[in-house]
């Protein structure tokens, strides 16, 4: 385990962006954190780090964003609304996670119970005591 602080919006990219220059194909990245805590500035660093060019958002109602230009596929996920791991399945999640690309899924806690044991887990908190832009990145099973 490994923890990173962060205390801007941009030191969070970059340390995605670093963290995505280690993926390789097949690997599942798994985000947590409270609604606001900087998921989406991390998916967009991480999404930089695979070689994404194109403008990245957090896909909340289409659950997948798929972004096939860089080093490896990248298939975002937001499972926020998905109201059973069941509805999953739907998603094509089970032939992008191990597959050619790299998954990256915000509120993955929702479907743990489907997620690998190897997949890298990130959880980002604020602590306002040490700042307004302040995160810890905590980083489980880290490549």
């Known amino acids: 385990m490994s923890i990173f ?10 340390y995605a962006r670093t963290l995505a220059l280690k993926a390789s194909a097949g690997d599942v990245y798994c985000l ?8 989406t500035v991390f998916a967009k660093g991480f999404g930089a780090g695979l070689g994404v060019d194109e403008a990245m ?10 972004y096939t230009e860089g080093r490896l596929p990248l ?8 109201g059973d791991v ?10 992008y996670a191990g597959g050619e ?7 993955a ?3 743990r119970d489907i997620i690998s044991d190897n997949a890298v887990w990130i959880t980002i908190e604020k602590d306002v005591s040490k700042g307004f832009d302040y995160r810890r990145i905590i ?3 880290e490549k």
């Open 57 to 66: 958002s957090s896909p909340t109602f289409t659950i997948l964003q798929e």
């Open 139 to 141: 980083c489980e099973n």
């Open 109 to 111: 806690e929702l479907i």
């Open 101 to 107: 690309g790299v998954v990256l899924i915000e509120w």
């Open 86 to 95: 069941d509805e999953m399945e739907e998603t094509g999640f089970y032939e």
């Open 5 to 14: 602080e962060s205390f801007s919006a941009e030191e969070t990219y970059e």
């Open 32 to 39: 947590s954190g409270d609604l606001g805590v900087g998921k």
């Open 75 to 82: 298939y975002h996920f937001d499972v926020y609304r998905v």
